[in-house]
Each structure stands twice: as structure tokens, then as C-alpha cells.
């Protein structure tokens, strides 16, 4: 059951979608791609800082995850007694996974040394870049969702 839980997770969810929209638009829209790709004119400056934008991004959603997961003693306490929390644990692993994936495509391009200058490096850093906002999003929000219902346990 627990294996068919993670499968879901995975595939069913705003992550996977924009993977397989990014290959869609990749095998669909490649000429489009380029040709925009090749009409922007960004500074070379600014390029750099956008780089490092999704591995931020990625920094973030793993501390957030952490403090998601081992905020104090006694939140630790009432997650690890609740029943559901291996759900919580798994979904907590794939947002790692996800970021992590989304870091890398961020990376290539510039690794390549064709930057956001070619349809394909463009994007792989928007499907990366976006990836990482729904992923900041979702976590955040699991965040607070966390912190209402730990508010409302009452301790023995």
C-alpha cells in the first residue's frame, strides 16, 4: 500500500506536470523555443543571479522541510505518534526529490555553457524555476496546515 502511496504522490501532482509540459513543449514548440530564446537579450549580470535563483529556492523548501519536521521537541512528539505521518514523511521526500531534480535541470544549461541563450536551456531553467515555486508553494502551506492541527492536538 505504502509503495502505491509514493507512486501517487509522484505522479499525481503539479511537479510531474510541468516535467511533462516542459517535454511537451520541448517536442512540440522546439523551433518556437529557439527562435524566443534567441531574442532575448538579458545581461550577462543578471543571467548569473537568475541562475542561482532555483538552488535558493531549493535551500529554502529544504530548511522549511526541516522545520516542518523537527520544529520543537514536543511538535516532533505529536507528529511521530499521529498515524498518517509516514504520508507525511513521504511527501516530505519527494518535495526533497523534486527540488533536487529541478536544481539539476536549473544547472544544465549553464554546465553546457549554452546558458538560457538556446530554446532548450530557456527551458529548462522556466521549468525549473517554476517547479521550484509550486514546490515553495505546497511547503509552505503544508507548513501552516501543520502548525493549525498541532495547535488544536491536546496533549495528555
Known amino acids: 500500500m505504502r509503495t502505491l502511496y ?12 510541468i516535467l511533462a509540459g516542459a517535454w511537451l513543449a520541448f517536442v512540440y514548440f522546439e523551433s518556437e523555443l529557439e527562435s524566443l530564446a534567441s531574442s532575448l537579450s538579458l545581461n ?3 543571467l548569473n543571479y537568475l541562475m542561482l535563483l532555483p538552488t535558493v529556492l531549493a535551500a529554502w523548501i529544504i530548511n522549511e522541510i526541516r522545520v516542518l519536521l523537527q ?9 511521530t505518534n499521529w498515524a498518517d505521518y509516514w504520508r507525511l514523511k513521504i511527501h516530505t ?12 535541470m536549473s544547472f544544465l544549461p549553464w554546465v553546457v555553457k549554452s546558458g538560457i541563450g538556446t530554446g532548450t536551456g ?9 517547479g521550484q515555486l509550486c514546490l515553495a508553494i505546497s511547503v509552505y502551506a503544508a507548513r501552516i496546515r501543520v502548525k ?9
Open 6 to 17: 509514493i507512486l501517487r504522490v509522484i505522479v499525481v501532482s503539479v511537479e510531474t506536470l
Open 44 to 46: 550577462n549580470e543578471v
Open 71 to 79: 520544529e520543537d521537541k514536543e511538535t516532533i512528539r505529536i507528529l
Open 93 to 104: 521526500w519527494t518535495s526533497l526529490g523534486f527540488a533536487g531534480l529541478f536544481t539539476i
Open 122 to 130: 530557456l527551458l529548462l531553467f522556466v521549468a525549473s524555476l517554476v
Open 148 to 156: 493549525e492541527i498541532i495547535a488544536h492536538v491536546k496533549v495528555p
